[in-house]
Structures are given as structure tokens and as C-alpha cells.
């Protein structure tokens, strides 16, 4: 079963012919289309190509889904993490985001959500589903119209999906903290701005909308834990009772300085990363924990100072951390006041790390940084031993 995806991905790519155009030399530059253009960029199953510019990455049994900036997504297989092996890539035209549920892909196309099987190949197009980005695509298509412009400059979100627990015995794939997708049982959470969408995925591959939440905050990221979301956005964490997970239902918030956040819970405590750049330019840099025992009045415990931190991994007393050109640390975080005082382990040479993921099932933790995937075997969290890298392409 180990190869079963990965072989039956292959043997998909015959069964995918698309008309389909590349933007693969234009940087994040978008030469103006119509709606109706942009979907004719086929999805397709191509040949394995070099990582140029990762974003999010997910993984899922023995594979690991990363994200090219609104390219698609490259399919490795890491039954032996020492020697991952790129076997192919889904190109997915204006993707930035991606989770996985049984052998079902779903990512973002520009404006549209959009299914892919990866054993047969079939693929399914929710029209509209990112509020956000159709918007801005009416605004451009009234520009053009009124001969304002031809131009779209692409959105980077360095975003990655955590998953959520398994249902209906499709395993449900995890991810790290930067996360604009989620997967909880048949369920799966989009948010899109100021809003959280709910689709229905108990028929996998055909994805229905439920619901939709109305947040008066930007929000960015979303983690699902024992029954709740906690959700990050630039002026705060946002906690959703989830226990009918059609409709979530606001609990509490913890506030803090307007900044860029991802956030990871562990036990009765909640770990929230604020940092400045991008949208958050006069934010500042420094972890928050935050204390959720009482889940309707979170309360600060301590916060510490960082250089730039990205996406955060917590598991038990160990916190595992992107600190920007900082590069990747290791903490022990039993006690909660002096984080900054028990530095376990650090790997400055990653330059600009930005996420980070746990594997469990195979002991490894997984950093994505400027020049590259890393791999480490993290048996003794204290003593990480990095054991591969795929290298990112200038």
C-alpha cells in the first residue's frame, strides 16, 4: 500500500489531457484574463520538475505535498526520508493552497476550489468559491474595460494546511502551522479573508458549501484541536467551538498587536507567533503563550522575543520553531516563562525558514527555508540530525 498512491498518480497522468498554458517564466506577474480564460489553463499530471518557489507544504501517508506559488503542486514520495523522490506534479494554475482527504487533492485555482483524484484522475471545479479573489477579479475586469490597466500582480501566501482528525477510514493528511485549510472528519474549512466557508466532503470528490461564518477580522490561518478552531488573525486568536462541525460557533478571543500569526495548540495552551513584514510591517516579533484552560477567557502566560518568527510545531514540551534568517531552533517549553533560556537545538545555515511540520508516523521533523526542504531525524528533539534536503532552484 505504501506505493499504491504514488504509482497510481502516475499511471493518472494519461488519463488527464487538459488545454493548458503556462505562466512558468513570469514570476508572480499575471498577464490579464478573463475568468473564462483562466480556467482553460488545464488541471494535468506532468512529469516531476524542480522546486523554484515552495510555499505550503502537506503531508499525508507516505507523501509530501508541496506547494509551487501559483503553479501547482509537486508530488514526492518519502517512504525513506533520507532519499525523498519528486515523482511528479499536479499543475494547478493560480494555487497557493492544498489538503488531502483518502486519495482526494483539493486546492485553490485562482478563484475556484477544485478536487483532483489522484488514483483516476477525474477533477471538479466549485466555480467561485474564493470571494476574495473573484473581487479582485471584477475589479480588474472593470479596469480593463475601462482601459485602467492589464495587469494582476499574484498574492503570496506562505500558508500551510493542518489536518484534522480522519473520517469515514480516509486518512486526513497533516501539515504545519500556516494553515488556510482544514480537514475535520467530512468537513472541510476554507477561509477567504474575512470569511469561513464549510463544505460538506462526505462524497469526497464533489465537494458542497454549508455553511459560511462572517468574521469581522482578517483571518489567516486555522488549527483545529479537541473539539475547537483556533484561528489566527492579524489583530488576534479566535477560538470556534467546533462540536457540530457544520456550524462553528464563537467562543472567545485573545487579543494581541496588529501582526502576521499562525498559531498551534498543545494541552491547555495555545502558542501564537506575531511578526512583522509583508502586511505587518510595523508589527512586532516575539511568541505569545497564551493560556486555554478556561476556553472562554485565554489569558497570557508570558510572550518572548524572536527575530522574525514564521510556523511553529509543539509536541509535548518540545516546540519546534522558524525564526526567519534566524534560521530553525528547538526549545524545550516546560516552563512557560523562560522559553528563551532553554535553547535545545539550532540550524542558522536555513536560511529564511518559514514552516515547519511533525511527522509522527516516521520521527521527523520537516523545514521549509529559502534554499530548501529539510529533513530531520528528530528521535532525541535535543540532537536533530538533518538527513535529507530537496534543493529549491534559483
Known sequence: MKKTFLFGAAVAASALVFS?????????????????????????????????????IYIQKDMILINEMGKGIHLVHNANPAK?????????????????KGDII????????????????????????????????????????NGE????????????????????????????????????????YVLDGNTMFVYDITDASNPKEINSIAMDFNVETVFPHEGQLFIGGTEGMYIYDNTDPTNPRFLSKFEHAVACD????????????????????????????????????????????????????????????????????????????????NLKFADRDILKAYDVITNEENGTVIVVGKEGIFQYDAMDPQNLQQISKITIEA
Open 262 to 341: 499562525p498559531v498551534v495548540v498543545e494541552g491547555n495552551y495555545a502558542y501564537v507567533t506575531l511578526r512583522s513584514g509583508g502586511p505587518c510591517d510595523r508589527a512586532i516579533n516575539q511568541l505569545d503563550v497564551v493560556d486555554i484552560s478556561d476556553i472562554k477567557n485565554p489569558t497570557l502566560v508570558s510572550n518572548s522575543q524572536m527575530h522574525n518568527p514564521h510556523g511553529l510545531s509543539v509536541k509535548g514540551n518540545t516546540m519546534y520553531l522558524c525564526d526567519g534568517n534566524q534560521g530553525f531552533k528547538v526549545f524545550d517549553i516546560a516552563d512557560k516563562n523562560a522559553i528563551l533560556d
Open 106 to 145: 483539493y486546492a485553490d485555482s485562482y478563484m475556484d476550489l477544485v478536487t483532483l483524484n489522484s488514483k483516476t484522475g477525474e477533477v471538479k471545479r466549485v466555480k467561485n468559491a474564493f470571494k476574495i479573489f473573484e473581487k479582485q477579479r471584477r475589479e480588474q475586469e472593470r479596469m480593463a474595460f
Open 149 to 188: 490597466g492589464l495587469g494582476m500582480k499574484g498574492t503570496q501566501f506562505m500558508a500551510v494546511s493542518q489536518g484534522g482528525s480522519n473520517g469515514g477510514g480516509n486518512p486526513v493528511g497533516a501539515g504545519g502551522s500556516m494553515a488556510r485549510f482544514t480537514i475535520v472528519e467530512n468537513n472541510l
Open 20 to 56: 493548458c498554458t503556462s505562466d512558468a517564466d513570469s514570476g508572480n506577474s499575471l498577464t490579464y484574463k478573463t475568468t473564462d480564460e483562466l480556467r482553460k489553463d488545464g488541471i494535468a499530471l506532468q512529469d516531476a520538475r524542480a522546486l523554484k518557489n515552495p510555499g505550503k
Open 84 to 100: 525523498p523522490e519528486n515523482v511528479g506534479f499536479v499543475n494547478i494554475p493560480g494555487n497557493v493552497d492544498v489538503a488531502m
